[in-house]
């Protein structure tokens, strides 16, 4: 009896990551870039919100941190060989679930993208026909011209209107509207399947991950 309950213990990890990490005293972690979330500068260890983020992890489990730059598939492919411990990148759920052998954490981080206004603009909420900065990095351009807006590349005296994050616009003195264009859920990943890494994971996540807009709003002003 007492093995048949061992069996059905939870969490468990088949494949031992969490242990294997406590035991070899490092855990392997695969970043692809996408700033603010994770940006390499060409050398040295990477910078970011969720690469802060998962040094103080690997602070809390005593362990060291092997860092491996990948593309983001690459990154999650890495985690089904069993090669990647943890990949991070701004990561959106929708991105994570449906790659074979990754699995998502809780969403830590809902990210709103809108348009904001300048404070002077009259009718703020209506785009119509209206010019709206749309920066390049940002897939927003369909989406602005299906709301009746007109993309431009350029932040100018002409034009009231920029669309992007809300945490942003809102360092840059921007109102928001009621033009809401994409809604992004921000998670890691881990290998599908190891309940108690994924477990630990969610644990820190949710104890640390309460106050990011204010360090988003923060590293851009």
Known sequence: MLIACDDIRFPRDPEKTLETV????????AFADNSPWVTFHGEGPPQGIEVDLVRAFADELGVVIDWKRLGAFSALEGLERGDIDL???GFDRKDVTPVAGAAPSYVYFKEVFDVGARPATVGSDDMAGRKVYVPQDLPLTKIVENKGGIPVEAW???VDYAAGPRWLLETK???PTDIELHRAEHVMAVRQGESAWLMRLERFLRRETKDIGARLREIMQ
């Open 173 to 175: 003195g921007l109102l």
């Open 156 to 158: 100018s005296d002409a």
């Open 87 to 89: 990949a991070i990148g």
């Open 22 to 29: 406590l035991a070899d005293g490092e855990m392997t972690v």
